[in-house]
């Protein structure tokens, strides 16, 4: 777990005062760990804290509170009648767009959780492990102060294709930490009206000219409304470079794919890379069953072990 200070200053822009409350410590059985955090606003939140009683406790207390900062602790059995027999420490925070600005290029925030006093040696310590040597903390509270990495993205993944599937996927894969998702259709009328956190969205009436936009190392997923769009995508991505790319599709329609994109001058085994189906065939075909089988592939690239499935996926 870190802390994301797009998806932050993402949520600040969108709802205005945003409080984040993190699990800064626990005692004995508590439903999530250290770190685990969620965005409360008036009407709405994202994230979890583990859910149940403690999550709507704190929810409500987020909403009502007024100080910059506040530290409680709350014993799950006896205060919020939940069968975990542990505690936890909690910190719920207000920021000003001004603060995350002034946070942007650090890569661990620490801060006391009370009024501030001097900066602990092992608080200072972790901050300048990660100067010399690039070691990024867990997340920890020491002596008062609350020690957390900044989220940095690992993986780019661009998803091409706003329809059902498209939307099933960034719902599914949108509130994975480390991912950096960028969605791309022909016009801002193909995505719905609320998109999610954190996701960079592009309209573009010619998508297959943002190929080159995209990071060598990025991820891809091609699932627009049109074969032949996809197909033009294929062709740029094979041309451009990535790390890995899934193109929506049946047997059939991947064979009329490699067949073309051979004519249009690529070797077999580059072809080879573009994985068509995606997901898990087995599954089904609603858009829902298709997103968890793409995200199981994502997460763990070993059930995909590049092999071409057959499937009707169309």
Request: proline fraction near 7%.
């Amino acid at each position: 777990m870190a802390f994301d200070l797009a998806s932050l200053r993402a949520a600040m822009a969108r709802h205005g005062r945003v409080t984040r409350v993190v699990i800064a410590a626990t005692h004995g059985s508590t439903p999530r760990e250290v770190g685990a955090m969620m965005l409360v606003w008036e009407g709405g939140q994202s994230g979890t804290i583990g859910g149940g009683a403690l999550e709507f406790e704190l929810a409500r207390l987020a909403r009502a509170q007024t100080a910059p900062r506040r530290f409680s602790r709350h014993v799950l059995g006896p205060e919020m009648g939940q069968c975990c027999g542990g505690a936890v420490e909690v910190l719920s925070e207000v920021y000003t767009a001004a603060e995350l600005d002034a946070m942007a290029d650090r890569p661990v925030i620490a801060r006391a959780v009370s009024p501030k006093g001097e900066m602990p040696l092992a608080v200072s310590r972790l901050i300048a492990m990660e100067r010399a040597q690039g070691i990024l903390p867990d997340p920890q509270m020491i002596e008062g102060w609350m020690v957390e990495p900044v989220a940095r993205a690992s993986r780019a993944l661009w998803i091409w294709g706003a329809g059902h599937v498209g939307r099933a996927l960034v719902e599914v894969l949108a509130p994975l930490p480390g991912v950096q998702i960028t969605w791309v259709d022909t016009g801002v009328e193909r995505f719905p009206e609320h998109i999610p956190v954190g996701i960079s969205v592009l309209p573009a009436q010619d998508p297959a000219r943002l190929v080159g936009h995209a990071p060598r190392e990025a991820e891809h997923l091609v699932l627009t409304y049109s074969h032949a769009l996809d197909l033009e995508l294929c062709h740029a991505l094979l041309t451009h470079g990535f790390a890995s790319a899934g193109l929506i599709g049946s047997a059939t329609k991947w064979a009329r794919f490699a067949k073309r994109l051979a004519g249009l001058g690529h070797a077999p085994d580059q072809i080879a890379r573009i994985t068509c189906p995606i997901g898990q065939p087995a599954l089904g075909k609603h858009p829902q069953m298709i997103a968890i089988g793409v995200a199981a592939e994502f997460l763990n690239p070993a059930l995909n072990a590049g092999t071409k499935r057959r499937s009707s996926f169309a």
